[in-house]
């Protein structure tokens, strides 16, 4: 269990208060949620140049980019022998081809004559073959042609089959690692798949794939989602049905994390305390638009009871089997990290997949792609995927797939960013994080020292 905060600083206890919540859920809550943890891992900050110098960015990608477990593609985008999906990293650009063996292989997206760049988008191929002089591979990255071969005594398949990288699945999620001496994906993860079980990543499709640019350091952009402190000030209009301020942060291992915030209950942030009904009405009003009427709650029944209810009812009618869930799981904010860069909801009614990465080599800004999954139709063939929409200035509430609630919360984060990257650089104090609420991120720049300090 977690280790006591100072207790001039905070009482009661956040998470505390949060699983007191859970133990009246009605539906008992599984044992991995009635757990809680923290390390203490001290009151140090951290430096603006850590989001804002391109000597830093390129430390970044020297060190800990090709190290790590990065989320390339979902295994649905190369369903196909032939299929390729193009999967970018500041300059690398890799290769994810489903092979004839339907084995998944991953290169680097480099001829290996002079260095062309094999592939420029998702496609299908019969063979990879380089546009500039035709040096052409077999989808196993063999060497199936080379032009005037009698003028290349010095290439064979040793020296010249396509650059392979380690690939790994879980989940219906295609990882790479650059590293050959990385430990094996299954270690990296830690206990995220037995976490996120529940979700059944493998069987969901890519019902939306959104793709923004964002104004700020990939750090910055993924920082602005992993903690809930910033929910008060940024998004007022939730606090009425979310406890904020006592959602509980856990670090799971040196790559995993973890946040669990209350639904169906107001924060103390909201102001007055609300009644039940009160809550009931501020969700229908924010949630429904107002497109419905808030009814009247039996007597007895808390906000956060109709609310489980509600969902358990509407994921039934849509053929979902939700019997063994607890209260908490259709309910709660459930957001699971993954260094350093994925971040995945523990929700079967809206399991949405977030990944950050810079965006060449420009430390100012950085590519996030939403991935909006949906369970596959019972009885029915798998539906293609979406492809990536470029949202240029398109706002997330205009995201058919969203919401317009979550839309608007969205919005809201983006617009933080611009002026997040552009302070960074007009001061000079330094970094501070809170010890409690912003622990996932102390704990997230932890992991990333521990990786950049590695010569
Ligand atoms: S650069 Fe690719 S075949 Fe020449
Ligand atoms: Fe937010």
Redesign the pocket.
């Known amino acids: 269990m977690n280790k006591p905060l100072n207790k001039k600083n905070v009482r009661p206890e956040p998470w505390a208060v949060y699983q007191d919540i859970i133990a009246r859920d009605r539906h008992p809550t599984p044992p991995d949620l009635l757990e809680a943890g923290t390390d203490d891992l001290g009151l140090s900050n951290s430096s603006r140049e850590m989001y804002t110098s391109p000597a830093f960015h390129k430390l970044e990608l020297d060190r800990l980019w090709s190290r790590v477990w990065q989320f390339a593609c979902r295994e649905e985008e190369i369903e196909s022998p032939g299929d390729v999906a193009v999967y970018e990293l500041g300059d690398w650009s890799f290769m994810i081809v489903r092979a004839e063996d339907n084995s998944i292989k991953a290169y680097y997206n480099s001829?290996?004559?002079?260095?062309?760049k094999?592939c420029s988008s998702n496609t299908h191929l019969q063979k990879i073959r380089?546009?500039?002089?035709?040096?052409t591979w077999n989808l196993n990255g063999s060497i199936n042609k080379v032009?005037s071969s009698w003028d290349f005594p010095h290439v064979s398949e040793e020296t010249h089959s396509l650059q392979e990288v380690r690939v790994g699945t879980w989940g219906g999620f295609v990882f790479i690692n650059l590293d050959p001496k990385a430990p094996p994906l299954e270690e990296y993860l830690e206990n995220l798949p037995s976490q996120l079980g529940v979700v059944n990543f493998k069987d969901l499709y890519i019902a939306g794939y959104y793709r923004k640019i964002l104004p700020s350091n990939w750090k910055g952009s993924i920082e602005a989602f992993i903690e809930s402190y910033h929910t008060a000030e940024t998004h007022p209009q939730t606090t009425s049905f979310s406890d904020e301020q006592h959602t509980q942060y856990d670090l799971l291992g040196r790559h995993t994390s973890r946040f669990l915030q209350a639904l169906g209950v107001a924060s103390a942030s909201f102001g007055d305390p609300q009644s039940e009904q009160q809550i009931v009405n501020s969700m229908f009003a924010e949630i429904m638009r107002e497109k419905t009427e808030a009814p009247p709650l039996p007597d007895g029944m808390t906000a956060r009871q109709f609310m489980a209810d509600t969902t358990r009812t509407q994921l039934t009618e849509a053929g979902r089997d939700v019997s063994g869930m607890s209260d908490a799981e259709l309910v709660d904010a459930m957001q699971y990290s993954l260094f350093p860069n994925m971040v995945l909801f523990r929700s079967v009614g809206f399991p949405v997949v977030y990944r950050f990465r810079p965006n060449k080599h420009d430390p100012d800004t950085s590519i996030f792609d939403m991935f909006i999954l949906k369970p596959v139709p019972a009885g029915a063939p798998r539906p293609l995927p979406a492809e990536p929409v470029e949202m240029g200035d398109m706002r997330y509430v205009d995201i058919p797939e969203l919401s317009d609630w979550l839309g608007d919360v969205y919005d809201q984060d983006v617009a933080n960013l611009k002026l997040l990257q552009e302070g960074l650089k007009a001061g000079n104090t330094p970094v501070t994080l809170s010890q409690y609420q912003e622990i996932r991120i102390r704990h997230f720049h932890n992991t990333l020292r521990a990786y950049l300090e590695q010569a």
């Open positions: 001829c290996t004559h002079r260095g062309t094999l380089c546009p500039y002089h035709g040096f032009p």
